[in-house]
């Protein structure tokens, strides 16, 4: 039997525990993640104003990326104390992407029927499936992002479950 090793165990714990709360906290964890993604931007054109006024002194240029950098810390900004518009325009790419797919499904299956293929009607079933997600993604956009987080979760939770048991059959061996 060999001796387990801690990032084996940790990291499938980890992904498990946070499977689980994205399942049963999607909103929360929507405006968490859509929080950080406000900091990130923000970090970035604080670092990107600061790197301009050091080029600017340095140079004693004017720099290109300083309207770049205020903007990126104005948006962060937004992003931050209102995360949810993050979360709508998170819904909305769902919804452009859901509903492109779609009709490329549709499409394909238009094309396999013409061809003469029997299964024909998968890409049509899968297609006219996305086109309604995608609907209902662009009248609820906030309730399709909840719906992405869940399936995100349930994945996160199933990889680490897997994760975990190869850990233990690993050690047993």
């Excluded at 080029?55 to 810390?73: D, K, N, W």
């Excluded at 452009?96 to 499904?105: A, D, E, K, R, W």
């Amino acid at each position: 039997m060999k001796e387990i090793r801690w990032e084996l165990i940790l990291m499938p714990l980890v992904s498990i525990v946070l499977g689980i709360y994205l399942i049963m906290q999607p909103g929360a964890a929507t405006v968490a993640l859509c929080s950080l993604i406000g900091w990130l931007i923000l970090l970035a054109g604080a670092a990107g104003a600061v790197n301009s006024v050091i080029f600017q002194r340095a140079t004693f240029m004017t720099s290109p990326l300083l309207p770049v950098s205020v903007a990126g810390i104005m948006v962060g900004l937004f992003f931050i104390t209102r995360p949810y518009t993050l979360v709508e325009i998170v819904g909305l790419i769902i919804c452009v992407f859901l509903m492109i797919q779609g009709m490329t499904s549709i499409q394909t299956a238009v094309n396999r029927k013409r061809w003469g293929d029997t299964l024909w009607w998968v890409p049509l079933i899968i297609g006219i499936a996305c086109v309604l997600l995608g609907a209902y993604a662009l009248f609820a956009p906030g309730a399709s992002t909840a719906l992405m987080m869940r399936i995100a979760g349930i994945m996160l939770a199933f990889s680490g479950v897997v994760n975990m048991i190869a850990a233990f059959a690993l050690t047993k061996q």
